[in-house]
Nanobody, 124 residues
Framework: QVQLVESGGGLVQAGGSLRLACAAS????????MGWFRQAPGKERDVVAA????????YYADSVKGRFTISRDNAKNTVYLQMNSLKPEDTAVYYC?????????????????WGQGTQVTVSS
């Protein structure tokens, strides 16, 4: 079993930055693909960014390209999401997830482990 704990969320003004962290415990995640998802009230949970197990391949949703960066530190068993130039429409609960298959995946159903989520609120 893998436990994922997100941190770094909060309230920020539009144009500001936040760095989310996802700390894994229970098992190494070095062989897992990792993803960040978000869910706003009344909306589906959508992928924001994903990274393959070795970190060579990444994916970003069109809405965050050029503003968000996903990275991983396998030595620390941690994945990060750097969020810059935040917009009010980025407001959501952000979830970290692990896909044991290792290859980059966009579908929430493919992810095996999930964190509890961290709230990000961007004020205008």
């Amino acid at each position: 079993q893998v436990q994922l704990v997100e941190s770094g969320g909060g309230l920020v003004q539009a144009g500001g930055s936040l760095r989310l962290a996802c700390a894994a415990s229970g098992r190494t995640i070095r062989n897992y693909a990792m993803g960040w998802f978000r869910q706003a009230p009344g909306k589906e949970r959508d992928v924001v960014a994903a990274v393959s197990w070795i970190g060579a391949n990444t994916y970003y949703a069109d809405s965050v390209k050029g503003r968000f960066t996903i990275s991983r530190d396998n030595a620390k068993n941690t994945v990060y999401l750097q969020m810059n130039s935040l917009k009010p429409e980025d407001t959501a609960v952000y979830y970290c997830a692990a896909h044991t298959g290792g290859l980059l995946s966009l579908a929430p159903a493919n992810y095996d482990y999930w964190g509890q989520g961290t709230q990000v609120t961007v004020s205008s």
